[in-house]
């Protein structure tokens, strides 16, 4: 058991809070902690059925904006999955993705349902996030081409079955280039066609998350992705640590952003409410962070850089995957501890009204910076320091 | 009154946690929430009694950092000041302003006692937040010199007087360019002596903050100031929703970011917690976010764009300045409704520790991020935006 699943977890903040403060009290933690109150929407009875049979929670809410003239509103309902490996990491390589396909396929079920348009699923989802280990067999067997592998296959299977755009996070073999690994968000149409795919931008060297080890920086830019149902972009995982990196998603045109990640409890979770958040602020966009769930236990021990003594998992991921709107405010968030779907229906209009509001964009002076930051990457960059010439 | 003060308003989110959830529970609420514990620090008693003579809060808190075997801790304390305006907005404007100099008197003071080494006023300090208005006089008449008007010339006897670094944002008056105004924080040393100015870099257009009515973007880029107590550096206001201007204080070697702001419960509020802190984290140095407080009354109606009738008040400053770590753990906020002093320990060693554990400048790729925003400047911009051919 990992040092996470040795206590009882918490489940969820917004349950707590929601059991201890008294009504007005409560409503104005949550207006100026999350927002804006974001109200739920009921679901048809066979999604919340397909849920209870298939073990994994189920939410809903709203996202409303303001009525224009001309303008009709642009609803659409996405879909975060949040979800646990199926099978031991000992099992067979083909067993245990076969068995993750399987419960995607619950869920997605259990999406359409509820009348999702686009998926979009955890970071690495049809494996186990092996890359605490530095080990490259068996985990390497677990790539594949993002065009046609079986992942993408099935995924182009379910996408076109439920008529639903579908994102879904792979370990990418680049067998165009040398056999690479990458990883890689594919995006699927809703009718089944291979969109394009989009890159991990920033790679870990943090804590057990050696991604390093593996794969590099990202080089499929900022892709938007204009869809059916609006249009997306894929920042994976450590991406939600750069703000330029999320900008520069909302520079090309982004109305929501996924971030599907695999974090944990001892490391990240402090600033899981803060960042992706932020992103949404910021850009004027729609930002739907992913994290995955629960402990995942390694045959071989490994050290993890802390002093510790070798161990067998990474510890807790905590899920708790949210949706923020463009003007801040957030649905609560999936379970800390079980596998979950949540659907937001969100009206993208949002976005612009949101620009038109807080001006953000406007007053972005991207003339400034970009050569700004060009003058810092140069090794001979001179900061803009004064000196206190009593001190210097 | 204004609507915000027609209510009970609630004093302090942190507060309430404190009173309502189990202690258990309330642990790891704060810490999901805020991230590691901040252990209180106790104050000598003359600072309390100064405060509690003064009627302002005072609260005290520390952020240590690991023990290195060369490097010795480098540790500072911060002094964040959030105030009411003392005298009506229709008292003579020199009557105005000596009270609230008088006031910052007092409080300096106290932090002196406090042990405090940089201090930080709020943004536009000396005066009511007129900008709402949209006139010219008598508001105008607030503004001079940053080098050598009575504010600075004030502010330079009492940091000698202290030993302390301030930083105060004043209207300028810009005698040497026609006599133009800009939104300006005067960084003075604890000597006396002035090392220089940072310019408001974005300017709002949102609800009542139509301050592009009278001062334009700043042109003094992003300056560090180093001084004995470290490398500091001033993000005012707006400058705090976009995530490049803090970067580049970062770029320039910024170890503390204050962020002197004025802004309203209706308005921003939930935004306040994540703006800040965010920066803090993707920046690895500290942020110190302050916000006025209180309701401002003005002789003369104006009205929002809101549709609303004409009115004599912006709303309710709600306070809540508060200090976020490089490693995202934050301190509570000082109230939403009274004067106080946040006095904050730190050890700025955290900064280069927290880098060298999430790698987060190291993975910032501004060698790409340069072109890419100068390229999305140019009229002829085109978003990387990839079609699904049946939408398209």
Known sequence: MSSGDKQQQLTSVDECLEKHLPPAELAEVKRIL???DVPRITLPQSALDAAQEGSFEIKAFKFDAAKEDITTPRV????????KIVLPTTAPVQQQRDALLARCATIARAAAMA??????????????FAFCTREKLPWCEFAEPAEDGPTTQFIQKIAREHNMVIISPILER???HGDVLWNTAVVVSNT?????KSRKNHIPRVGDFNESTYYESGNTGHP????QFGKLAVNICYGRHHPQNWMMYGINGAEIVFNPSATLDGLSEPLWGVEARNAAIANSYF??????VGTE???????????????HDLGHFYGSSYVTAPDGSRTPGLSRTSDGLLVVEMDLNLCRQIKDKWGFRMTQRLELYGPLLSAAARPDFKPQIISDSFTD
């Open 34 to 36: 999350y927002g804006r």
């Open 174 to 176: 680049d067998t165009n």
């Open 76 to 83: 659409v309902r996405v879909g975060l999955v949040q979800n």
């Open 115 to 128: 009348g999702v348009n686009v998926l979009c699923l955890q970071e690495a989802w049809n494996m186990p």
């Open 297 to 311: 236990h390694y045959p071989r021990p490994f050290t993890s850089a802390d002093g510790q003594p070798a161990h």
């Open 287 to 292: 930002t739907c962070a992913i994290n995955r």
């Open 224 to 227: 938007v992705f204009s869809t």
């Open 192 to 196: 089944g066609r291979v969109i394009g």
